[in-house]
């Protein structure tokens, strides 16, 4: 669909700075994913939190937590990425 919309400036820019935000936000986002990651491999490496993880996943509805081998993994389950 093609058109086109009048708005202030001022809306512009803000709408603007909401993209910029939103962009670091979902960086923030990934980061802490993957340091969340490491450190749920280290525990895997150290204690059976298998029980924990099982029960984390049959409550969350928007994320998974994977383990392969000593590796986690975490699925943000709208994540396209």
């Not at 001022?10 to 990651?37: H, P, V």
């Not at 150290?46 to 029980?51: A, D, G, Y």
């Amino acid at each position: 669909m093609k058109g086109t919309v009048t708005i202030s400036l001022e809306d512009y820019e803000n709408l603007k700075s909401a993209s910029d935000k939103a962009l670091q936000n979902l960086e923030g986002t990934r980061i802490a994913s993957k340091e969340l990651q490491v450190f749920l491999s280290f525990l895997c490496t150290r204690e059976n939190i298998t029980p924990f993880i099982e029960e984390f996943n049959r409550q969350s509805t928007t994320s998974k937590i994977l383990i392969e081998g000593n590796r986690a993994k975490i699925e943000i389950k709208n994540d396209k990425n």
